[in-house]
C-alpha cells in the first residue's frame, strides 16, 4: 500500500513522511524539506556572486602606502643611500597615486609623469632598489640593458623589445603591462662620444637615445606579443606608455670630471671661491650636484634628459656600508651561505676579523656590493667542494687567516 503513495522525485520521501508534497507535470514531485534546501543553496550562491563581482560603478578600493613606509620597506632589503631611497619612494607614489585619481575622479589639471634616472658607481644598489620596491608594490616589472639596443632596422634589438619583456612580465595582461615599471641599465653606455651630434650614424648609441624618446615620454606602441622583429601580416599588440614609470640608471664613470668642471670653471681664483677635486670629496658627494647640463655635456640628449625630470643619485659604498650589507639585510650573504651549509650538516660561523678582512678585500676590487659574493665564493668554493651528505653534524669557522690564506691561493692559480 505505501509503494502506491506520491513521492518526491528528490529525495525519495512518500507524501506521509514530509510536511507537503507539491505535484508538477507528469506526476513529478518535490517536498517541502527539498524546496528549503534548494532556496538555501541558491541564497548562497547568489550571496556568493555578490562578493566576487562588486557593481561596474564601483571602483576598486586603492592601497598605496606612504613613502615614509615604502622606505622602511626599503631598508629591509638595501643598506644606506638614504637620499636615494626617499627621492625613489617619492617618486613611486606621486606616480602611482596619479594613476588612481585620474582613474577615480575628474581632476581639474592633468598631472604628468616623473621619470627617474639614477647615478652612481658601479654596485651600489641602483638595480636593487628598482627591483625591491617593484616587488613590495606587486606590479610588473622588467630590467633591460641599454647595451644590446639598436636602431630599427640594424642588428640587435629595438627599443620596442623593453615593452616586451613588460608585457610577458605582466602574464600578457596589456592593462597590467601600462602599469609597470621599467629599469633601463647602463644607460650611460648609449651616450655621445661629445655633446656635439653625431656627423656619423651611431646606431647604437644616438640613435637609441631617439628611440627612447617616445615611449619615456609617452606613446601607444605596437610590439610583437612574443618579441622578435616585426613583419606584415603579424598580430601586434598595441601598449600605451604614457602610464609606465622608466627609471634609468648608470654609472656614468667619468661624469664626475664634467661636474667638477663646471663648478671650478672660472671660479678658482678669488678667496670665496668654490674648488671640487676628486681627490678631495667623495664620487657621491660630487655627483649630487649633477645638473642636466652636466648630463647633457656627458653625452645625453637634450630631448632625454628633460624626459628624467627626477636625477638621484647615489653614493659610493665604503667599508662600514659593506659591512653591513654582508651581515644586517633579510637576504645577507652570510645568511645565504650559512643556510646553505646548514643543508648540508654544517654550522657556518664568521669571526669579526673575518668579515672585516672580506670587506677589505672587497673595496680594494672596486666592484662594489657586487663584489661581495665573489669574495665568499673564492673562500667558501675549496669548503662546498668536500662537503659529504653522509656526514656528521660539524662546525666550521672562518677567521681572518684563512680568508687571507684562501684568497692567496686563489690568485696563485
Partial sequence: MKKNLASCNFCGANIDEVGRLITGLDGVA???????????????DKSVKQTAQPAQNEQPKFFLPPPSELKKYLDNFVIGQDAAKIALCVAVYNHYKRLYLTGSQKLSVEIDKSNVL????????????????????????????????????????????????LYQAA?????????????????????????????TRDV???????????????????????????????????????????????????????????????????????????SESKIGEILSKCEPEDLIRFGLLPELVGRLPVIVSLDELDEEALLNILTKPQNALIKQYTELFAMDNI???????????????????????????????????????????????????????IVENTLAKSRKQ
Fill in 204 to 278: 647604437s648609441g644616438e640613435g637609441v637615445q631617439q628611440g627612447l624618446l617616445k615611449i619615456l615620454e609617452g606613446t601607444i606602441a605596437a610590439i610583437p606579443p612574443k618579441g622578435g622583429r616585426k613583419h606584415p601580416e603579424q598580430h601586434l599588440v598595441h601598449i600605451n606608455t604614457r602610464n609606465i614609470l622608466f627609471i634609468c640608471g648608470g654609472a656614468f664613470e667619468t661624469l664626475d670630471k664634467v661636474i667638477s668642471k663646471r663648478i671650478n670653471s672660472g671660479g678658482g681664483i678669488g678667496f670665496g671661491a668654490e674648488v671640487v677635486s676628486k
Fill in 118 to 165: 639614477f647615478v652612481g658607481p658601479t654596485g651600489s644598489g641602483k638595480t636593487l632598489l628598482a627591483q625591491t620596491l617593484a616587488r613590495f608594490l606587486q606590479v610588473p616589472f622588467t630590467i633591460a640593458d641599454a647595451t644590446v639596443l639598436t636602431e630599427v632596422g640594424y642588428v640587435g634589438e629595438d627599443v620596442d623589445s623593453i615593452l616586451v619583456r
Fill in 30 to 44: 518535490i517536498c517541502d524539506r527539498c524546496i528549503r534546501t534548494c532556496n538555501t543553496i541558491v541564497l548562497s
Fill in 347 to 401: 654550522e657556518l660561523s664568521f669571526t669579526e676579523e673575518a668579515l672585516k678582512t672580506i670587506v677589505k678585500k672587497t673595496v680594494e676590487q672596486k666592484t662594489g656590493a657586487r663584489g661581495l659574493r665573489s669574495v665568499m665564493e673564492r673562500i667558501l668554493t675549496p669548503y662546498m667542494f668536500n662537503v659529504s651528505k653522509e656526514q656528521e653534524q660539524t662546525v666550521l669557522e672562518i677567521n681572518a687567516e
Fill in 171 to 199: 602574464d600578457y595582461n596589456v592593462q597590467s603591462a601600462e602599469k609597470g615599471i621599467v629599469f633601463i641599465d647602463e644607460l650611460d653606455k648609449i651616450a655621445r662620444k661629445s655633446a656635439n651630434p653625431s656627423i
